[in-house]
């Protein structure tokens, strides 16, 4: 089985960090990965994305031409990669900053997460809003195991932030809940 993503947002929101996470999980798990981050020149503000894909088998290329999921934190990252999303695959938006009206299309299975809203006012910090969307990405496809995404967190975070473990733990979580399972 291969499965792939692209996750995108804006510099600053966590994107290349989820999807550096997700690679690592995966990998824990035995299966073969590719992870290929972008963002612009801008930095901080500025666009970002990463694809992963997973596979069972070797990867040929990193490169996706028609993502089977993607998972969305801003309205112009749903611009630009929406078109090129493969029917049936699965749509995550952030709620928050996405107006779901603006998925025009009835061949994803869309899910809405408020991500913005529960990191700030569950979890306490709306830094931890990709984390919400990545626990709902997995749990709603089960690309991963949720446990091994928490296990994996202590190699994608610094010794510098490791306090914060804790908290992408509950993200990841509240981001599961919402998917319908609870972790």
């Known amino acids: 089985m291969t499965t792939d993503i692209i996750m995108a947002g804006?510099?600053?929101?966590?994107?290349?960090m989820i999807g550096n996470l997700l690679a690592l999980a995966a990998m824990e798990e035995g299966?073969?990965?590719t992870y290929f981050p972008a963002y612009g020149v801008e930095m901080r503000g500025g666009t970002a994305n990463c694809t992963v894909?997973?596979?069972?088998?070797?990867?040929?290329?990193p490169v996706v031409g028609r993502p089977k999921s993607l998972l969305i934190m801003n309205g112009p990252s749903l611009e630009r990669f929406l078109?090129?999303?493969?029917?049936g695959g699965d749509l995550i938006i952030n709620s928050s900053l996405v107006d779901a009206s603006m998925v025009n299309r009835n061949d994803v299975r869309l899910?809405?997460?408020?991500?913005?809203?529960i990191a700030r006012?569950?979890?306490g910090s709306r830094q931890m809003a990709s984390m919400v969307a990545l626990g709902a990405y997995v749990a709603r496809t089960g690309v991963v195991r949720l446990d091994t995404l928490n296990d994996c967190l202590p190699k994608v975070i610094s010794k510098k932030y490791e306090k914060f473990i804790p908290l992408n733990v509950n993200a990841l979580k509240e981001g599961a809940a919402l998917a319908g399972i609870h972790a």
Do not use: K, T, Y
């Not at 804006?10 to 290349?16: A, T």
């Not at 894909?53 to 290329?61: F, L």
């Not at 078109?83 to 029917?87: H, L, V, Y």
């Open 111 to 117: 899910l809405s997460v408020p991500a913005d809203e």
């Open 53 to 61: 894909v997973i596979s069972d088998e070797e990867i040929g290329s």
């Open 83 to 87: 078109p090129s999303m493969a029917p």
């Open 121 to 123: 006012n569950v979890i």
């Open 31 to 33: 299966r073969h990965v």
């Open 10 to 16: 804006f510099g600053g929101q966590g994107i290349l």
